[in-house]
Structures are given as structure tokens and as C-alpha cells.
Nanobody
Framework: QVQLVESGGGLVQPGGSLRLSCAAS????????IGWFRQAPGKEREKISC????????YYIDSVKGRFTISRDNAKNTVYLQMNSLKPEDTAVYYC??????????????WGQGTQVTVSS
């Protein structure tokens, strides 16, 4: 059974850090690009980062550049999103998904259930 499971979310103060994990089972992430998305209450889901199957290139939206880092560990079949200098506007449910055809693909085949990130004092 193909499954993606996100973890690592939680409540953190502004300026704090979290590391999200996206663990795959039932298939290999080795040759797939993986994206991270988020959806805040009342807003549309947005793609915030993507890592290519070969680890490079990596993509980020402007609002997270310099603060978030995407990485992958194929041996663990897991992709990570290290989030530093978190801001209240980063509050959202974060999802990972498998790109159908690279980071520029608009189609994502598999999605996780999401993990809540709340940035608040």
C-alpha cells in the first residue's frame, strides 16, 4: 500500500524551528521529485518547496527562501523540511506529495495526511 506520512509538526514560538519529515512506504522515493505544500485556514494550498529526484535543483517560494531547507535521505525513504526563523504566517497544515514528473510538474500522485504547524507566542 502506497503511503506518505508527515510528522514533526507542532506549536512553536516565533523565531523557533521545526523539522518536518515525509516518510514513504509501499514505494521508493529514489527517483521521484517530492514537494512540500501548505494550507492555512481560509487560504488556498500553496506549493512551498520541491526537491528533485537527483537532489538538485531544489525550489522554494520567496517567502520561505533562506529560512526553510528541503532535503532527502533515500536510504530512509524520507524527505525533510527544516524550518527555521518561523513566523506566525507560517501557520498551516503542511503536506508532502510525490510529483508525477519532476518539480515543475503540476500533477502530484500521492499525498500525505498533513501535519499541523502553529507559530504563536
Amino acid at each position: 500500500q502506497v503511503q506518505l506520512v508527515e510528522s514533526g509538526g507542532g506549536l512553536v514560538q516565533p523565531g523557533g524551528s521545526l523539522r518536518l519529515s515525509c516518510a514513504a512506504s509501499g514505494f521508493s522515493l529514489d527517483y521521484r521529485a517530492i514537494g512540500w505544500f501548505r494550507q492555512a485556514p481560509g487560504k488556498e494550498r500553496e506549493k512551498i518547496s520541491c526537491i528533485s529526484s537527483g537532489d538538485r535543483p531544489r525550489y522554494y517560494i520567496d517567502s520561505v527562501k533562506g529560512r526553510f531547507t528541503i532535503s532527502r535521505d533515500n536510504a530512509k525513504n524520507t524527505v525533510y523540511l527544516q524550518m527555521n526563523s518561523l513566523k506566525p504566517e507560517d501557520t498551516a497544515v503542511y503536506y508532502c506529495a510525490v510529483a508525477q514528473n519532476g518539480c515543475l510538474s503540476r500533477t502530484y500522485d500521492y499525498w500525505g495526511q498533513g501535519t499541523q504547524v502553529t507559530v504563536s507566542s
